[in-house]
């Protein structure tokens, strides 16, 4: 009986051990397989490489662009008054209309103007041969006179015998009758007609508009930080409103030298052909301002980092990070004052999301710039 007991013991001894020796190997089996390095089969990718474009930085010629809106208007520009009242027998104006220069466009009638002159001019006939008549008993008096003294008492002999005042209404006479034709100033085109044959008009009417189409100028006006830069000649480039496709090239012809309250001066632009163009249109202008031999590099080769301009630049297959002082631009070109050299690759394109010592390559021709 105690026999048994132990074999009994024994057995559940082995028992025991032979779990706990299966559940110890089972722990160390699954500790294995957790620590053993998992064997990649691919090959190791390479990190990404930026495709990107480049221009050489060199010293070239900058223009600075200046711009500016205005209105056109022509360099000859006139509005016709009426100098005379009457009805008007003839009459050419039409919008729109050219004329040479002197040419007649209007005239009012002139046959009172004639009347006035012909009575004026019977007048001063019996007037003179009463002055002659009188002034034979003036002989003797005028002998002991000065030339001064002389002078005088021939005057008032005039006007008294009514010799003055009938050379007076003729030339009066004759200067409303001149004022009755109404002749361009100029060569140009009638525009603001307000009148017809047949027509009363008053002295001081406002007739019509005449223009020169030919001589078409834009006004602008710039900052005085502008001004000190422009002068006579520079060319500049004029888009109407009108006409957004059409480009017309003008230069500088007057700059005024007085700056408004607002701080702007005002410039004057002479297209050199204006066809199509029409006073009063709205334009805006590019002045082109040449600033002589400097480093640039078009406008995208700049990026901001830690809010300073940095452009990339090509070293090997790798983008390097320089910062730079740059000057001014005009819209497509940016001047470089520090911080590059002549000769170096810039980088112009996918350099957004560049980073110092980052790996490019050159673009392909034809590939797309955003790959």
């Known amino acids: 009986m105690k026999k048994f007991f132990i074999h009994t013991n024994y057995g559940v001894v082995l028992c025991i051990g032979g779990l706990f020796s ?71 104006a039409a919008t729109g209309k050219q004329f040479p220069a002197g040419a007649l466009i209007a005239q009012t009638d002139i046959t009172a103007a004639r009347f006035r002159l012909a009575k004026a001019e019977l007048s001063r006939y019996n007037s003179e041969k009463e002055y002659q008549s009188q002034l034979l008993g003036y002989e003797a008096l005028l002998k002991d006179r000065s030339g001064e003294v002389a002078d005088g008492i021939i005057k008032k002999l005039q006007i008294s015998t009514g010799l003055l005042p009938a050379e007076q209404d003729i030339a009066e006479a004759a200067y409303e009758i001149t004022k009755a034709a109404i002749h361009a100033p100029f060569s140009g085109m009638l525009a603001d007609v307000a009148i017809e044959k047949g027509q009363q008009v008053s002295s001081g009417q406002q007739l019509f508009r005449i223009y ?102 090509l070293s090997g297959n790798r983008a390097r990070w320089n910062y730079v002082k740059p000057g001014r631009t005009n819209g497509r070109q940016v001047e470089i004052l520090e911080g590059l050299k002549p000769g170096q690759q810039v980088i112009i394109s996918n350099n957004l999301q560049l980073a110092h010592d980052a790996p490019v390559r050159q673009m392909m021709a034809g590939e797309d710039p955003v790959k």
Do not use: W
Not at 66 to 92: F, M, T, Y
Not at 269 to 280: Q, S
């Open 212 to 313: 020169d189409p030919q001589a078409m100028i834009l006004e602008v006006k710039l900052l005085e930080a502008d001004i000190c830069l422009l002068k006579k000649g520079l060319l500049a480039e004029l888009t109407p409103v009108a006409y957004p496709t059409k480009r017309y090239h003008a230069a500088v012809i007057e700059v005024n030298p007085y700056i408004d309250e607002n701080g702007m001066a005002l410039v004057r632009l002479k297209l050199n052909v204006a066809r199509e163009l029409f006073p009063g249109m709205n334009c805006s202008a590019t002045i082109k301002v040449p600033s002589g031999q400097t480093l640039v590099v078009p406008g995208e080769a700049i990026v901001m980092r830690n809010d300073k301009p940095v452009v990339f630049t």
């Open 22 to 92: 299966l559940l110890s190997c089972t722990s160390v089996q699954g500790k294995g397989e957790a620590e053993a390095p998992v064997v990649n089969n691919n090959k190791a990718v390479d990190p990404a490489v930026t495709a990107v474009r480049t221009v050489v930085c060199e010293p070239g010629s900058f223009e600075y662009l200046i711009q500016a809106n205005g209105k056109l208007r022509s360099l000859h520009d006139q509005v016709i008054i009426a100098e005379s009242s009457g009805r008007l027998i003839v009459c050419h």
